[in-house]
């Protein structure tokens, strides 16, 4: 049997939701440093610890991520409408 990472396969962002919170949109990154962030309360889980030396370079990074993480929403909503637009 062969076992591979699943990080190899997983696309950088994911939308997520779920029934028991139904008017709440999930957006998680699934490559290092792995998080779920909550796009109504800007709230970040993070999935993992972070290592890092230099606390401008975890915060830069950090505000990149996050913004990359809304323009994927962002992204996939415009892609649903065009969609629906088409049908």
Known sequence: MYFCSMSEKLPKFLIGDNTDHPDT?????????RFILDL??????????????DENELTDELVKLLQEAEE????????????DEEE
Not at 72 to 83: M, P, T
């Open 25 to 33: 949109v999930f957006i998680i990154h699934a490559h290092y440093p």
């Open 40 to 53: 109504d309360t800007e709230e970040i889980e993070w999935m993992e610890d972070i290592e890092v030396e």
């Open 72 to 83: 994927f929403y962002q992204r996939e909503l415009d892609r649903y409408e065009k969609e």
